[in-house]
C-alpha cells in the first residue's frame, strides 16, 4: 500500500473516531438532560402530592456570610413548600466550610429567620458534590423520596443522580432573578453531565458514598 493511501486511511479513521467519541458522548448528556424532563415543575402549585422532604442543594455564599443570588432563591422555595405544607422538612445540603465555605451554616441561619423550626431543618455537612448529597439523603437521612430543589441549568442532573441513587425525586426550579455567567453554569452543568452519567453507568456503586 503507497504511504500517501495509509495516511489518508489513517486520517479517515481519525475522522470517523471523533464523530463517533462526540456522538456517544453528548449521547450520555443528552439521557441525564432529558430522563427527568416530566418531573420538572416551575411553581409550588403544581407539586402534587405530600413529599416528606425538600432538598435544597449549596450554591455558594456572600463575603458576608449570606446566602449568594442562586443560594437565597433556591432556600426561598424551598421556604414556601414547607409553609404551603408540600413538604414536613427541609434538608440543606452544602459545603460545611471544609471545601471553600460554610454553606450549610448560611441556609440554616436563613430558615431559621425565617421562621421555620430548627427541627424541621435536616443539617447535611459533607454535601460538596450533587451525587454525594443525594447519596447522603439515602444512605444517612433515609430519604426515599423528595422534592430537589436548584435552578433549571442544574435540576436536570440532579434528579437524574438522585433517582440513580434511589431517592424517588421530582424537581421544583428556584430562577426567581436573572443571574450573571448562567451560560457559563449552563456549560459547566452539560459537562457535568457527561461525569454524572459515567458516575452512575462506569463508575462507583450507586449505594456507595463518595466522600
Known amino acids: 500500500?503507497?504511504?500517501?493511501?495509509?495516511?489518508?486511511?489513517?486520517?479517515?479513521?481519525?475522522?470517523?473516531?471523533?464523530?463517533?467519541?462526540?456522538?456517544?458522548?453528548?449521547?450520555?448528556?443528552?439521557?441525564?438532560?432529558t430522563k427527568h424532563l416530566g418531573d420538572i415543575?416551575?411553581?409550588?402549585?403544581?407539586i402534587g402530592p405530600h413529599y416528606p422532604v425538600a432538598i435544597v442543594l449549596g450554591a455558594g455564599i456572600n463575603p458576608d456570610g449570606t446566602p449568594s443570588d442562586m443560594?437565597?432563591?433556591r432556600l426561598v422555595v424551598g421556604e414556601e413548600l414547607y409553609k404551603a405544607h408540600k413538604v414536613d422538612k427541609i434538608m440543606v445540603t452544602g459545603d460545611d466550610g471544609?471545601?471553600?465555605?460554610?454553606?450549610?451554616?448560611?441556609?440554616?441561619?436563613?430558615l431559621k429567620t425565617e421562621g421555620i423550626p430548627d427541627e424541621d431543618v435536616i443539617i447535611?455537612?459533607?454535601?460538596y458534590r450533587t451525587l454525594v448529597s443525594c447519596q447522603h439523603a439515602k444512605e444517612k437521612f433515609h430519604i426515599a423520596s423528595a422534592i430537589?430543589?436548584?435552578?433549571?441549568?442544574?435540576?436536570?442532573?440532579?434528579?437524574?443522580?438522585?433517582?440513580?441513587?434511589?431517592?424517588?425525586?421530582?424537581?421544583?426550579?428556584?430562577?426567581?432573578?436573572?443571574?450573571?455567567?448562567?451560560?457559563?453554569?449552563?456549560?459547566?452543568?452539560?459537562?457535568?453531565?457527561?461525569?454524572?452519567?459515567?458516575?452512575?453507568?462506569?463508575?462507583?456503586?450507586?449505594?456507595?458514598?463518595?466522600?
Request: hydrophobic share 50%; with cysteine; glycine share 6%.
Open 1 to 33: 500500500m503507497p504511504w500517501s493511501e495509509f495516511f489518508t486511511r489513517l486520517k479517515w479513521f481519525f475522522i470517523w473516531g471523533i464523530l463517533v467519541a462526540v456522538f456517544v458522548l453528548g449521547w450520555a448528556v443528552l439521557q441525564v438532560q
Open 41 to 46: 415543575m416551575t411553581q409550588t402549585t403544581e
Open 71 to 73: 443560594l437565597h432563591d
Open 98 to 110: 471544609k471545601e471553600f465555605a460554610d454553606e450549610v451554616t448560611s441556609m440554616k441561619t436563613f
Open 124 to 127: 447535611d455537612e459533607g454535601g
Open 148 to 211: 430537589l430543589v436548584t435552578q433549571r441549568f442544574h435540576i436536570a442532573r440532579a434528579l437524574y443522580l438522585c433517582d440513580a441513587v434511589g431517592v424517588d425525586s421530582v424537581g421544583i426550579t428556584s430562577d426567581r432573578q436573572s443571574y450573571k455567567y448562567t451560560t457559563f453554569y449552563w456549560m459547566r452543568d452539560l459537562a457535568a453531565s457527561l461525569k454524572a452519567f459515567f458516575d452512575i453507568n462506569a463508575g462507583r456503586p450507586a449505594g456507595s458514598i463518595a466522600i
